[in-house]
């Protein structure tokens, strides 16, 4: 049905990721689930650099960096960012250099951020890192660095902010096939699939992939951790319907397709909100597993925001999508 096999892939995954039911967490909350059935699917574990979701996107781009015989791959991203540490263990994994370039756009030089987390493993994964001021524009710089490289006759990818192009994307289209199939077998019909929206990849593979199904991409809903809620929605249709378009020319996914809710944002990217800390408390107390303070903590206060409000019919089944973002924690200490 969403037959990818012309994009050349490089192996970053291990099949299908789990999806079970949070069984201890709906115990605890009780009668203020509202009847709602809540899933997780396990993206955040994974057999490279610690897991996550940039994994799906890397196998893309990475697959297409190999088939081009790139030696060299560079990518950007905020200082603690995921997927520049994502980058760095896949580009290790398959034996090509790694550069990154990192930007301060989080207002905070305290050791546990600039050192600890995810900067700790982006050295540790041997990247060359090029530390940016918040306002650069890093994809310019990386772009330059690319073209100097070039000239020394070195054969250079260079990946957007989160792994996020269209190529990127068909990750997590690939994975909207992945949950429908799991679907199946469980015998259940997700009301509602729910990610955090950062560089709104996951979420526009996602609509992309549904799409291109026959399904309704409004499945997806994301709650925006870095663009407000109108920018973020404007991103994801723009990814999304690249993505589709990538599938199938034919294909033309319209803007009301795209649901993104900004209210759980708090007051910017990277900075915590009371939300975030009770979400990624009481997932990790019910359930023993683990939230990140940038993304998925947020995303997670967002969805038990609605079900608590009384959002979804008794009985609807939501499937949360674990994007990984653990490293993240160590970074996040006194906020914890
Ligand atoms: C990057 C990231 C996201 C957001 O994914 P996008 O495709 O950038 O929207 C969510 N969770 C974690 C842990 C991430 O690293």
């Given amino acids: 049905m ?4 012309r994009f050349p892939r490089a192996a970053l995954t291990d099949g299908p990721t789990p999806i079970r039911s949070l069984d201890r967490l709906s115990t605890h909350l009780g009668s203020a689930l509202n009847g709602v059935r809540l899933f997780v699917k396990r993206d ?3 057999p490279v650099g610690g897991g996550g979701n940039k994994l799906r996107k890397l196998e893309f781009l990475l697959g297409q960096a190999l088939a081009d015989r790139a030696d ?3 990518t950007v991203g905020a200082l603690q960012s995921n997927h520049a540490r994502l980058t760095a263990a896949a580009a ?3 034996g090509l250099a790694c550069e990154l370039f990192l930007t301060r756009s989080v ?3 305290d050791p546990d951020y600039t050192g600890n987390g995810n900067r700790l493993l982006q050295d540790l994964f041997g990247a060359r890192v ?3 001021p918040g306002e650069a524009d890093s994809l310019a710089q990386a772009e330059a660095r690319a073209e100097a490289l070039r000239s ?3 054969r250079v990818a260079v990946f957007p902010s989160g792994g996020s192009s269209p190529l990127g994307c068909l990750g997590y289209a690939a994975c909207a096939a992945e949950i429908a199939e799991q679907a199946a077998h469980l015998g259940l019909d997700f009301s509602r699939v729910v990610v955090p929206n950062g560089s709104a990849g996951t979420h526009a593979g996602l609509a992309a992939g549904y799409f291109a199904l026959g399904r309704d991409p409004g499945l997806v809903l994301s709650y925006a951790v870095l663009a407000s809620e109108a920018e973020a929605r404007a991103a994801t249709h723009h990814r999304a319907r690249e993505t589709a378009a990538l599938i199938d020319p034919a294909l033309n996914l319209p803007e009301d397709g795209i649901v993104v809710d900004g209210r759980h944002r708090g007051p910017g990217y990277g900075i915590p909100t009371e939300g975030m800390r009770e979400a990624v408390r009481l997932m990790a107390r019910t359930e023993g597993l683990l939230l990140d303070p940038v993304y998925s903590g947020k995303a997670f206060a967002g969805l038990l925001y609605d079900v608590g409000a009384g959002a979804y019919p008794p009985g609807a ?3 949360f999508v674990m994007t990984g973002g653990v490293p993240g924690l160590f970074a996040y200490r006194g906020a914890l």
């Fill in 2 to 5: 969403l037959d990818l096999t």
């Fill in 44 to 46: 955040d574990v994974g």
């Fill in 72 to 74: 060299t791959v560079i």
């Fill in 92 to 94: 290790a994994r398959l």
């Fill in 107 to 109: 207002p905070r030089d």
């Fill in 130 to 132: 090029h530390l940016l």
């Fill in 152 to 154: 020394e006759g070195r």
């Fill in 317 to 319: 089944t939501v499937l």
